[in-house]
């Protein structure tokens, strides 16, 4: 679930350099995710501009960016 909302997050514009690859169209388990790889993953200006406008994402963006830096990710 986690993977989708960065996929929808990334297609809208508010992050970068995520890549999400889901299992082959003729598996069982097409539909989920096989990996999510964040490559020098960041919030993009327009994704800035809406965590200002909604205050509430803004305080969970400013915690987890706290996270991230402390695991030196």
Not at 10 to 16: A, K, M, R, T, V
Not at 45 to 59: A, C, H, T, V, Y
Not at 61 to 73: H, M, Q, R, T
């Amino acid at each position: 679930m986690w993977a989708e909302i960065l996929e929808a997050m990334d297609h809208s514009g508010y992050i970068e350099g995520i890549t999400i690859t889901y299992y082959g169209d003729h598996e069982w388990y097409d539909e989920t995710v096989h990996s999510v790889v964040l490559n020098s993953a960041q919030v993009t200006d327009r994704g800035l501009e809406f965590l200002e406008e909604n205050i509430s994402w803004k305080k969970t963006y400013s915690g987890i960016a706290d996270v991230n830096a402390w695991l030196e990710l």
